[in-house]
């Protein structure tokens, strides 16, 4: 899908569909960083058939948001590009990354399937202990044979260091991206200035036809 298309329809309108199939599915990271930046939220991702992802859109009526989507607005009609790149503090202290927002919004939905169902490390590492026990039976059983019991042991070890790992690994990459995310939205606010006072979202196409 071509970036006017995409903005086209993000429009004010309180909900917008993107039904997306075959190889368009590479644009929903673009596609959630552009409704991001003109005022929505994605609310659902979902998969209706094979080879199909429909992505649903929300507009977020909180004051941040909608200055933000003013700004972005604003941006368009002067020539400017929508999606930015961020620079993004890296671990070492002074040194930064840049970050495109298509990868923060990548990040974003990511961060919100984690929250979604935070139990999904435990769950990834049950499965790696039960894998891992059973190497370990199978080695009790072919102890008669010492070569395939070591090997059973071999590939069971790994197994289990994963699964105690897991949990925390999941667990500190969350909280790095989120403080990233974090980060990234509370610059992008101070970007943005104070809030306007609530309202009805304006009609985005008549403001469109009248800076024409």
Known sequence: MKDPEIIESFDGRGRVEFLLGGLEGRHSDKIA?????????LRTTETPSRGTLRLVFVRDDSPTARQRALQSRERLLSGGSLL????????????SSAVTDVEMASTRRKLAAYEENPNGGRNLAAVLTLVSLGCLVLAG?????PGAAVAMVVLGVPFAVVAALTPRWMRRWYEKNRRLMDLHDQQRAGRVGPPPPPGHPPDWRSAKEGGQ
């Open 141 to 145: 059983v072919l102890r008669d044979r």
């Open 84 to 95: 930015q790149t961020w620079m993004a503090p890296a671990e070492h202290l002074g040194e």
């Open 33 to 41: 960083a552009i409704g991001h930046e003109l005022g929505y939220g």
